[in-house]
Structure formats: structure tokens, C-alpha cells
């Protein structure tokens, strides 16, 4: 149970900017506020659904990846990828890092599917390992419930996922091959969760 809260509350992150060779900027639409150009925007989440990724693309030497391009892309709230099978995704999209491999994903919280609500990111860049920031994922109404537990469970799991941490941990998955379950699971015993 503690181990799938963990796979659940791992939520991946990657996101990008404007390449170089792009013209001229676009002009902020008036009465908006302008949007930097690593920031994508994934449909119209209704108030209070909306879900934010944040983070930067690091190269294996430490220094922030610019101008790569992600690809990223989840389920709408119902659980679907596509309204027909092997149709296009409903919720998806691509950016570009910024000059300091930052991205930003605004979009509206993921539904179940393949046991939880994540989101997909693919990098295009073989020389990439991402950081992932870690977010939990939960219904507002469920998380209200039992705020005090979760907080509890959140702060325990966080407290020792620094970027060294969690650089071994991806490296476990992305390098080594091990099943995120399993490099979950170890985790979870490492800090005496299970």
C-alpha cells in the first residue's frame, strides 16, 4: 500500500522553451499576462482542477539542458489517453527547455490509468537524466480527509530525496533497468516505511 502511495506521489516532471532560431517573440494577447515560452498549456482545467509541473532538465554532468524538446502527456479526468482507441491524445503537448532547462506543464489533474494518475515526459536527448520534482497527487476531497496523515507520509518519504538521492534512484530505473516498483520499494525499506 505505502509503496504504490510512493509510486502514486512520484509524479515525473519535464518541460521546455522557445527554440534559438525562433523569429520574433509573440506579443502577450492584451489583458493577459505574458507566458514565458517554456511554459505549455494543456487545455481548459476548470477552477480549482488545476495541476502545475515545474522543474529543469539536467545533463549527467550537473549543467541545465536548453532547447531540448519534451514531449508530454496524460489522461483527461475520466482515465482516457485518446476518445477512440489508438487515437491522438486528448491531453498533450511539447515545449522546449528554457536556457536554464526549466519547464512548466499547466494543466488539469490526470485520471486513473494503469493504477494511478501520472503524466508521460519524454526527453530528446539521449545525455539526459531528468530531475524529477515530487509532487503527491490527490483528489482534493480525498487528501482533506486525512491531510494530517498524508503530510505525515509526504514529509517522511521527502525528507531524504535530495538531488544526489534521487540521481541514484533514477539511475536505478533509467541505467540499471530495475522496475520503478522495485526501486520504490527499496526505497521505502532504506527509510523504515515498510
Do not use: C
Request: without cysteine; negative net charge.
Amino acid at each position: 500500500m505505502v509503496a504504490k502511495a510512493l509510486i502514486l506521489a512520484l509524479a515525473l516532471t519535464a518541460s521546455l522553451t522557445r527554440p534559438a532560431s525562433t523569429p520574433e517573440p509573440k506579443k502577450p494577447i492584451p489583458g493577459r499576462a505574458a507566458t514565458p515560452s517554456w511554459t505549455l498549456r494543456i487545455g481548459s482545467p476548470p477552477a480549482g482542477a488545476k495541476y502545475v509541473i515545474e522543474g529543469r532538465v539536467i545533463g549527467t554532468d550537473g549543467r541545465p539542458r536548453r532547447n531540448l524538446r519534451v514531449h508530454t502527456h496524460h489522461t483527461d479526468a475520466a482515465g482516457n489517453y485518446s476518445a477512440m482507441p489508438n487515437g491522438p491524445f486528448l491531453r498533450a503537448g511539447e515545449l522546449r527547455t528554457s536556457v536554464l532547462g526549466q519547464y512548466r506543464v499547466e494543466t488539469e489533474l490526470p485520471g486513473m490509468a494503469e493504477g494511478n494518475p501520472h503524466v508521460h515526459f519524454l526527453v530528446e536527448d539521449p545525455g539526459v537524466m531528468i530531475l524529477y520534482n515530487l509532487s503527491f497527487t490527490f483528489q482534493n476531497e480525498v487528501y482533506t480527509e486525512n491531510a494530517d496523515v498524508y503530510d505525515e507520509l509526504a514529509a517522511t518519504i521527502f525528507e531524504g530525496l535530495d538531488e544526489a538521492k534521487m540521481a541514484e534512484l533514477n539511475a536505478q530505473v533509467d541505467v540499471d533497468g530495475q522496475p520503478v516498483e522495485q526501486v520504490a520499494e527499496g526505497y521505502l525499506e532504506e527509510i523504515g516505511m515498510l
